[in-house]
């Protein structure tokens, strides 16, 4: 099976920008969820999609947000990008379900904020 | 809510020395996962631990779950240049696919 894929790879945009990052899950996970890495903050839970809803949602504000559309891919969109917004987003799938499953990253998406 | 505190956040040794990695919390855990991120990747799971006591073994590595759920540790015996890497400890929040990390240890190995 592919792994999960994430685009862009990269990306760099000026303050007050807005960005979309995109996942694709592995065929057959339900569940995508989103993270946010950063040196000094370590790896964050933004969000997490089950079936189309978002099922868990961290301490983030409202200027992320996120979707999943029926085939289970999974944007995200930070609106009015502040430079603390540079990091390393990173995309996880799992099949999701009643059961803790193995969460499967793909590559991430590096923003850089200017 | 749950946080898990993982020590050290660095570490150096000798390629054939052995190394550890702790992750701590104040509560209960219902779980503990394991993941690698080399340097310019992206975190890529090991092992899942569930049970009170819990020990499992990948070949040179031995992954502890505390009597208490409270803790968990990792070991590497013999390390290689190829543990380089970040080693994360998290916790599965609930049955979703929430994570909450620790803050991660860094292992560097001098050849």
């Known amino acids: 099976k592919a792994g999960v894929t994430q685009t862009p790879r990269y990306l760099i945009k000026t303050r007050g920008q807005q960005v979309t990052l995109s996942c694709s899950p592995i065929?057959?996970?339900?569940?995508v969820s989103w993270y946010q890495q950063t040196p000094g903050q370590g790896l964050q839970f933004l969000f997490e999609y089950f079936s189309e809803t978002q099922r868990n949602k961290g301490n983030f504000p409202g200027r992320f947000s996120g979707r999943q559309f029926s085939n289970s891919r999974s944007e995200m969109n930070v609106s009015t990008l502040e430079l603390g917004d540079s990091a390393l987003y990173l995309c996880?799938?799992?099949?999701?379900?009643?059961?803790?499953?193995?969460?499967?990253f793909g590559p991430g998406t590096r923003l850089t904020v200017l | 809510g749950q946080q898990v505190m993982q020590i050290p956040q660095y570490q150096h040794v000798q390629e054939g020395e052995d190394f550890t990695t702790y992750c701590n919390s104040s509560?209960?855990?219902?779980?503990i996962q394991w993941y690698k991120q080399r340097p310019g990747g992206h975190p890529v799971f090991l092992i899942q631990l569930v049970k009170s006591g819990e020990v499992k073994k990948q070949k040179r590595l031995t992954f502890q779950f505390g009597e208490a759920k409270k803790n968990s540790s990792l070991h590497i015996t013999a390390t290689q240049t190829t543990d380089v890497g970040t080693y994360f400890c998290a916790h599965g929040s609930g049955n979703t696919g929430k994570l909450i990390f620790g803050q991660g240890t860094t292992l560097q190995v001098k050849p």
């Open positions: 996880a799938s799992s099949a999701g379900g009643g059961e803790l499953h193995t969460q499967y």
């Open positions: 509560t209960t855990l219902s779980n």
């Open positions: 065929s057959g996970h339900r569940s």
